[in-house]
């Protein structure tokens, strides 16, 4: 079990060290630090940071463009 003691250790520092990061909302442009967001995404590839559920929604509707095609 230690093993898994050293991976939460790890990844408590990790996630100390980038929630203090600073990170923009990808729709409407505030920049925070990590911590300071309230709604998060979690993608495979990358964790986007929201300001509000507002902005969440709006990222997660189809574009325009997609209902065209």
Known sequence: MAHRSNLIQVSQ???????LEVTRDP???VEKKRKDFKTILFRPSHTFYF???ECLNQFL???KEK???
């Open 13 to 19: 520092r990790l996630s100390l060290a980038t929630d």
């Open 27 to 29: 729709i409407c442009g």
């Open 51 to 53: 300001c509000s559920k």
């Open 61 to 63: 509707q189809p574009s």
């Open 67 to 69: 209902k065209a095609a």
